[in-house]
């Protein structure tokens, strides 16, 4: 089964700074998720990734997909406190969301 | 506000004990699926439903059953508790999940603790 693995665990951060987040795959990527969860809340949806080389961006958050590495990046820019949270990738296998164990992000003022 | 509706949003119950979690999905999706998310397990999913079928299962234990009604909402049914199955419960859907890359939307999740 594939297994996706987060980098790093967590994270603190000044408020203004920019951020990444990898999200490694144990098999081929042929897409992904990102999701963002609120402390003890749901998930949120950020964003799909399909192709290799893909980027998306949605407002200052930017993920990029690159299927020969087997990894997908999220980056924060100018990063602000509505930003903390735990940041979530996600892969579809057989019908089914497979996460990583997700990144913890703090943003101090 | 994803448009899935789960409830309650807290339960406290005690081991032994027989709960039910709801989930509405968005207006339009078929198909709901049911996670436990945990400390040291992570989020992990547990069934999916598609117009009132099973459809695939995960890592579901045999005291937990859940089911999908013609109005498309669903309950999962968790008995014989242990202190184990204290976690965030989440429900999520889709609008067809023969498309390998429908997203979820999810609900905003029952916490349920098991004293």
């Known amino acids: 089964s594939q297994e996706l693995e987060q980098s790093p665990q967590s994270l603190i951060v000044q408020e203004g700074k920019n951020l990444t987040i990898n999200c490694t795959s144990s098999?081929?990527?042929?897409?992904l998720y990102w999701y963002k969860q609120k402390y003890g809340e749901g998930l949120i949806f950020l964003m799909m990734l399909q192709k290799g080389g893909e980027e998306k961006s949605h407002e200052k958050i930017t993920a990029k997909l690159d299927e020969k590495k087997q990894q997908s990046s999220l980056h924060i820019t100018a990063s602000q406190p509505s930003h903390a949270g735990i940041y979530l990738c996600g892969v579809v296998g057989a019908q089914k969301l497979v996460f990583g164990q997700g990144t913890r992000l703090t943003i101090n003022p | 506000d994803s448009g899935v509706t789960q409830t309650p949003k807290h339960l406290i119950t005690a081991t032994g004990q027989r709960v039910t979690l709801r989930c509405s999905p968005r207006s339009g999706d078929l198909s709901v699926y049911w996670y436990q998310q945990s400390l040291d397990q992570g989020l992990q999913f547990l069934i999916q439903?598609?117009?009132?079928?099973?459809?695939a299962k995960g890592n579901i234990l045999e005291r937990f059953s859940a089911q999908q009604f013609p109005d498309l909402h669903s309950e999962l049914n968790l008995s014989s508790l242990e202190l184990g199955d204290s976690a965030l419960y989440f429900c999520?859907?889709?609008?067809?999940?023969?498309?390998?890359?429908?997203?979820?939307?999810f609900g905003p999740g029952t916490r349920l603790l098991v004293l």
């Open positions: 439903y598609y117009n009132g079928e099973e459809r």
């Open positions: 999520a859907s889709s609008r067809d999940p023969g498309l390998d890359w429908e997203t979820q939307y």
């Open positions: 098999k081929t990527l042929y897409g």
